[in-house]
């Protein structure tokens, strides 16, 4: 199976996983703290897991603007994609200390966000690597 079908199926998992939390798990309130814990993080932690797949998910292939800047196509460039998402994390929970939207800043949610792009960093270069390698054998 391609990078490509691969990472539309851990995104789309991961996705579903994300929405199970947030909308059926944590608003019923049958856990105690360590549980309630890691349910307030997990979204944030699978979210930027799934930065790099839904990337290369949506941009390979592509050929736009936006696409060019957010091809994976080396290490490098996973690399910098991750730390796009990183900026864009550390964006989006600043803009949340703003009363107007409603949301609570916590740096908990920064911390694990980090945690899940590095993770995602090496588990997506790893299988890149791998298909890399698979299809080099294939070709010769």
């Not at 800047?69 to 690399?79: A, E, G, N, P, T």
Request: some cysteine.
């Amino acid at each position: 199976m391609e990078l490509k079908q691969v990472s539309k199926r851990i995104f789309i998992i991961g996705t579903l996983v994300i929405w199970t939390i947030k909308f059926i798990i944590r608003p019923m309130h049958w856990f105690d703290d360590p549980a309630r814990f890691f349910l307030g993080i997990a979204p944030n932690l699978f979210g930027s897991f799934l930065v790099p797949f839904a990337a290369y998910w949506f941009f390979s292939g592509k050929n736009f603007f936006v696409a060019r800047v957010f091809r994976i196509q080396s290490m490098y460039d996973l690399r910098l994609v991750c730390l796009m998402g990183f900026g864009m994390l550390i964006i989006n929970e600043y803009l949340q200390l703003i009363p107007f939207f409603g949301r609570t800043f916590d740096y908990n949610d920064i911390v694990f966000s980090s945690i899940g792009l590095v993770a995602s960093h090496f588990v997506f270069g790893k299988i890149q690597s791998r298909k890399k390698r698979d299809y080099q054998i294939e070709a010769n």
